[in-house]
T-cell receptor, first 111, second 112 residues
Framework: DAEITQSPRHKITETGRQVTLACHQT?????MFWYRQDLGHGLRLIHY???????NKGEVSDGYSVSRSNTEDLPLTLESAASSQTSVYFC??????????FGDGTRLSIL | DQQVKQNSPSLSVQEGRISILNCDYT??????FLWYKKYPAEGPTFLIS?????DKNEDGRFTVFLNKSAKHLSLHIVPSQPGDSAVYFC???????????FGSGTKLNVKP
């Protein structure tokens, strides 16, 4: 069965460190998305990609970057982690305007 | 400014009764709407959708109603079951956007 997996599921790191969260999908979807979920804000879009070599900024992109070198993967990098980036991060994929398939999330704590 | 709003952070309903979850949007370009359900420690899963050419879509116990003039949609769950206890997100998009805007979620608790 096709799936979308995120790793790690939990991570604790220190401010100033670079952190990379992995997202891998086997749906062969062109569209991939990264969201963060915070209390009172729901899911906010960080970055998204419509295909290989394509990346776009979402509504909360400052401090984050992504790269899309193949269809399956969209890693999210925090260049210099800040405590305000403590959150639960979700990756999703879709084709066209079909409903997105989500991973189970990465809980990131920045101390 | 949030384009999709869920103004009720939580809702508690007795098993067997109706649950009504509400969602408002501000962007008149939105023409496609979805509801997702999320359990703790899991990702959201797609529940039901509606296009702006309809005002109602039904799937088993779940019905979504769309009022375009009021920019409002609602999700009805009848009858509610304890397994429906979860956080529900509404999401909206326009055909040429290819991405979705999510509300802040409503936590539904169905009491046995």
């Amino acid at each position: 069965d096709a799936e979308i997996t995120q790793s790690p599921r939990h991570k604790i790191t220190e401010t100033g460190r670079q952190v990379t969260l992995a997202c891998h999908q086997t749906w062969n979807h062109n569209n991939m998305f990264w969201y963060r979920q915070d209390l009172g804000h729901g899911l906010r879009l960080i970055h998204y990609s419509y295909g290989v070599q394509d990346t776009n900024k979402g509504e909360v992109s400052d401090g984050y970057s992504v790269s899309r070198s193949n269809t399956e993967d969209l890693p999210l990098t925090l260049e210099s982690a800040a405590s305000s980036q403590t959150s639960v991060y979700f990756c999703a994929s879709s084709e066209g305007l079909q409903p997105q398939h989500f991973g189970d999330g990465t809980r990131l704590s920045i101390l | 400014d949030q384009q999709v709003k869920q103004n009720s952070p939580s809702l508690s309903v007795q098993e067997g009764r109706i649950s009504i979850l509400n969602c408002d949007y501000t962007n008149s370009m939105f023409d496609y709407f979805l509801w997702y359900k999320k359990y703790p420690a899991e990702g959201p899963t797609f529940l039901i959708s509606i296009s702006s050419i309809k005002d109602k879509n039904e799937d088993g116990r779940f019905t979504v109603f769309l009022n375009k003039s009021a920019k409002h949609l609602s999700l009805h769950i009848v009858p509610s079951q304890p397994g429906d206890s979860a956080v529900y997100f509404c999401a909206a998009s326009a055909r040429n956007f290819n991405k979705f805007y999510f509300g802040s979620g409503t936590k539904l608790n169905v009491k046995p």
